[in-house]
């Protein structure tokens, strides 16, 4: 069937880019020759508006069970391949948000599918265990195999979640279990003692939430941070007030991040000043929150803040603030949720760092398919059902994580998304310095790219009429616009995009 | 295979039960003759110890990467079946705990496997989308055939989720919403406003975590629940103290549960008293906290306290609490992550109660194969991305879901649990009357049985030597065993169990 619609519609593509060089825009001239027949479409093909007829006539169905208004359009899944979503209306677009950074190798990759049709793999999907207490035969084989096999730097224990949110939540406990134990001054307040002793006779002190069974530890995050939305994460998270709002949340640090100014060649002396402010903001709160008996137990971070708006700062800016959580005795948590499984080019977006000790524990989930987080051996819990659910994440999760590893390493993706995000942060910049009133702030690592617009609703306008095209991108923050395609974005997708938004953008109004 | 090891190992059942009732136990005497021959085993086949020396291998391998010492065995769950679950030493036990249960209709069950093997549903395991923006076509079809078919009286509205925690902790913010919106006095203070007036303007608020953005509303819970880990959870979660030690929490009200005297129908009186208490600390605490400015805006509680020593109360007591939600206009949650879906005798355990108006929201997740929750229309969340995620559940496991509640209603599985369940109680009342220095308080409703033994050591003896007898029990509380059986959990197996028990108890030192 994809092959049917392959042949039927090829020509598409390159209509629309003879059509747009025509227009003008010759900074990208290459239409690349390479394209992956056995899964991908060659381009996009719209039928109707999106959202289409159908689209909206689901929406209305969808909206009667919940609110239904942040919905884009209805997918048809089956039809979808590689970077092309397909639509509920047929419409088929080149997909550079991929279910908000979520696909990592394109949508019915044929490796994932024939895992699902070999009968051995049925019982994984069918019979999910609860793996803290009773793990399949192959589950350390299977982390193996799939986690471990790209453990960050010094990060030797894995553990699974089913999501980001739990992710957080359990590596915030994670650090805060560690500090507790590491700190022998505690102990003169009775707090590790509570454990030695057992549990049943300090019940008292948990259940009145009072030190030292409860401690008011805090964990320092970041203004524009994004860590999730379930309480804890919710305490960290600070991109968009909606997302908090009605909510009670705890009172825990938020230190200013580096608002960097673009062309970064043009303003170093500006940004170093920026990102010395915020560190300095960073011990200041350290030192004020410990006073306040809110001990700072942990720093949570994004190595670029993603749904904030793709805030990116300094490779220093991270190593010195790797280094202030070392001297203040914090656990240093990176939350990789979005920027890690090889977007920015390295597995995980710290590895450009080049620290010896990147971090104590990093959360992981999206394009990992699983979530969960890696830590120090000695970030431990050290007693069992301290870090611990019913499910705890899902084999086929590992299974199928384990197979996307192989196609990662076999096809060398992580060198096809350093290429792949040079030419479209290349184009990036080539748009920005046409339409400077529209693009400004083009950055990125990787495919992990994005742009500022002048505002909010030029920036909604944008996605809107791309989307119409034939090309699917995201927001992020107040006013940018992110990509997040596939790991097997190549280089003609980019030329593709770039084609058709220099169209766009020629005619925008 | 099944079948291979079912001919080879048909009379163990038979042999084991005859030698019990050599033993003398004789009130439970009819083997029952129905196997399911298709996909269930005839019988417990051990081979080893549990664990034996392939789980105690791969415990120590998966010690390296996390703390494994919660594992109680490693599985094969490509040979397990029905309420057979065999481990990687090939021992072979009745599985009476069923994953914390969370096997709706056993292990490998024909229908499931099928529905993997048909070529039309692999793209739903393969390309997971984020239901919130992009849902599949028959997104609302799916959730119509599966949730909505068993949604609690009232409840018209469901939003999906991963797990139980995050369940939980989005209905506490769908209750806090709600609050906010509902309660015209808090238009004063500028509360519902904000959202009207627009976000930015008022991101000030939120970030200082203070009122009104981040108002400090509360949800009450009850001494003894067990409401999940993440730290909106955590802070309502009181079976055991190990759970919250370290973890800074909020300060929120925690009532009572009636701890209930057994036989129920020689202590009518003093329940009757001992319930009436719990009630009236709950409107006490609403005061005392609308008092300390931490209005209570929701009650959460579990029909039969399941984590926490399977504590029940009568329905009395649950339509009173009910009515004291209505009356301080709290929202009344009902978590039935562990007792929904069937194992009751009703879809919901609530439904016991008979109530028109039975709650505003209700969490569950386990056997309903994904996590998430049913609520009324005026919990709806008034603007998108309020209940939000990337992942909102997966449409795999709703797909799994509809055929779960299809077999469900096609074999009638809540009537053989109302069945099996009885045979099962009369049976553990029996051993009781028998062994009362071992057992007491035997109290159950369909299978969701339990009873109490007489210290924590006694009950983790007895776990263990029924599990070398080839019975899987679970503990709950602090000396309770818990029965946690599939839906296909039948007659025969009830006696199976009894009868290998009652030769347990017979033998313990």
């Not at 593509?13 to 025509?22: E, K």
């Not at 960097?260 to 030192?287: G, H, K, S, T, W």
């Amino acid at each position: 069937m994809a092959l049917m619609l392959l042949n039927r519609h090829t020509t598409w593509a390159l209509q629309q880019s003879s059509r747009i060089f025509a227009g003008g825009f010759r900074g990208i001239s290459q239409v690349a020759a390479k394209i992956d027949m056995e899964f991908d479409y060659d381009g996009p093909l719209m039928k109707t508006e999106v959202p289409g007829p159908r689209s909206r006539e689901l929406m209305k169905q969808l909206n009667g069970i919940q609110n239904a208004e942040a919905v884009h359009f209805f997918c048809n899944y089956e039809e979808s391949r590689g970077n092309y979503l397909v639509d509920a209306d047929g419409n088929r677009m080149l997909d550079l948000y991929s279910q908000i950074s979520s696909i990592p190798i394109g949508y019915s990759h044929p490796s994932l599918i024939k895992l699902l049709q070999q009968p051995q793999n049925l019982s994984t999907f069918v019979n999910r265990p609860a793996l803290g207490i009773l793990p399949p035969e192959n589950f350390a084989e299977k982390l193996k195999e799939s986690l471990l096999s790209v453990a960050p730097k010094g990060l030797s224990q894995v553990v699974t979640m089913s999501c980001g949110s739990c992710s957080n939540e359990n590596a915030f406990k994670t650090i805060f279990m560690w500090y507790r134990v590491s700190k022998s001054y505690m102990d003169a307040l009775g707090g590790w003692s509570l454990l030695k002793v057992g549990y049943r006779e300090n019940i008292h002190f948990l259940f009145a939430f009072q030190p030292p069974g409860c401690p008011e530890y805090s964990m320092l995050s970041f203004m524009g941070a994004f860590h999730g939305r379930t309480m804890g994460c919710l305490a960290t998270t600070h991109s968009k007030a909606i997302h908090k709002l009605d909510i009670p949340s705890f009172d825990w640090p938020i230190a200013p991040f580096p608002r960097l100014q673009y062309p970064l060649e043009d303003f170093v002396r500006e940004n170093e000043q920026e990102e010395a402010r915020c560190l300095e903001e960073v011990e200041d709160l350290i030192v004020k929150y410990r006073k306040k008996n809110k001990v700072v137990a942990g720093i949570i971070v994004e190595p670029i803040q993603s749904e904030g708006g793709d805030n990116h700062a300094s490779d220093d800016f991270f190593r010195k603030l790797r280094n202030i959580a070392r001297k203040h005795g914090c656990g240093f948590l990176l939350d990789e949720v979005q920027t890690g499984g090889g977007c920015t080019g390295k597995f995980w977006a710290h590895e450009h760092w080049g620290l010896e000790d990147p971090a104590d524990v990093l959360t992981f989930s999206k394009k990992m398919m699983t979530g969960g987080f890696f830590h120090k051996e000695e970030f431990r819990a050290n007693a069992p059902y301290r870090i611990f659910n019913t499910w705890l994440g899902e084999p086929s999760k590992n299974l199928l994580l384990a197979e996307v590893i192989s196609v990662i390493k076999r096809e060398d993706l992580l060198s096809n998304v350093t290429h792949a995000g040079k030419v479209l942060l290349m184009g990036l910049l080539e748009l920005q310095s046409r339409y400077p009133h529209l693009i400004s702030r083009a950055r990125g690592r990787g495919t992990f790219c994005s742009f500022d617009t002048p505002n909010d609703a030029t920036r909604n306008k944008l996605i809107e009429i791309a989307r119409n095209k034939g090309v699917v991108l995201g927001g992020s923050g107040d006013r940018s616009i992110r990509f997040r395609p596939t790991l097997v974005f190549r280089d003609h997708h980019a030329h593709l995009f770039l084609n058709i938004f220099s169209d766009i953008l020629a005619a925008f109004k």
